[in-house]
Each structure stands twice: as C-alpha cells, then as structure tokens.
Nanobody, 124 residues
Framework: QVQLVESGGGLVQPGGSLRLSCAAS????????MGWHRQAPGKQRDLKRD???????????SYEDSVKGRFTISRDSAKNTVYLQMDSLKPEDTAVYYC??????????????WGKGTLVTVSS
C-alpha cells in the first residue's frame, strides 16, 4: 500500500508565502517524477491544464507559466518527499493542491499515485 500525504496548506494574505510538503510512504521501491497539480474552486479538474510544477528523479524541474519565478519545487529523495515553496502568492493561486508521484512498488508495479489535496486560500 502506497500513500501520498500533503501538508502545509492554509490561509495566507496576497504577497505571502506557504510551503507545501508531500510525503510518500508504503511499499516503495523507487519514485520517478513528482509534482503538484491544483484545482481552483468551481473548476473541473484537468490534469494537463492544472499542472503547477514537476520534478524528475534527477532534479530537473518544470513550471506552469503563471507560477514561474514565484514557486519552487524540490524533493528529498531520502525522505520520499516533495515540496512546493510558494512565494508572492496571488488570489488566483487559491485552489486545492494535489501531490502526484510515479511510484514503482516493491512488487515491481508502476503507477501514478495522488494525495487527497490540501487547500490553499489567498485572501486579505
């Protein structure tokens, strides 16, 4: 059984910062890419449109245009954890943020796993 658990969401004022964490646990052999998606209130989930940032096992990163220069994704492979440092937050960043990871289990089975999400609200 593999689980992803996010933490770090909350209410922040515009211009503020938050750091999200996502820890993977369970019967894990290896983790390839890890990333963050978000779903804004009232919008349908679209995995492609709502990708915020990804990081490969080698540390290569990629960001959605609207967060470039403001968000930073990183990972601690020893802890099976991915982080999202969010600075200069804007009201339009308000969303539920989901962690995702490509994980190979100890049985050798690969699949994408998702966390349950953590709410980030940017408001004064």
């Amino acid at each position: 059984q593999v689980q992803l658990v996010e933490s770090g969401g909350g209410l922040v004022q515009p211009g503020g910062s938050l750091r999200l964490s996502c820890a993977a646990s369970g019967s894990i052999r290896s983790i390839s890419g890890m990333g963050w998606h978000r779903q804004a209130p009232g919008k349908q989930r679209d995995l492609k449109r709502d990708l915020v940032a990804i990081i490969t096992s080698g540390g290569v990163t990629s960001y959605e245009d609207s967060v470039k220069g403001r968000f930073t994704i990183s990972r601690d492979s020893a802890k099976n954890t991915v982080y999202l440092q969010m600075d200069s937050l804007k009201p339009e960043d308000t969303a539920v943020y989901y962690c995702a990871a490509g994980i190979t289990s100890v049985r050798g089975e690969f699949r994408n796993y998702w966390g349950k999400g953590t709410l980030v609200t940017v408001s004064s």
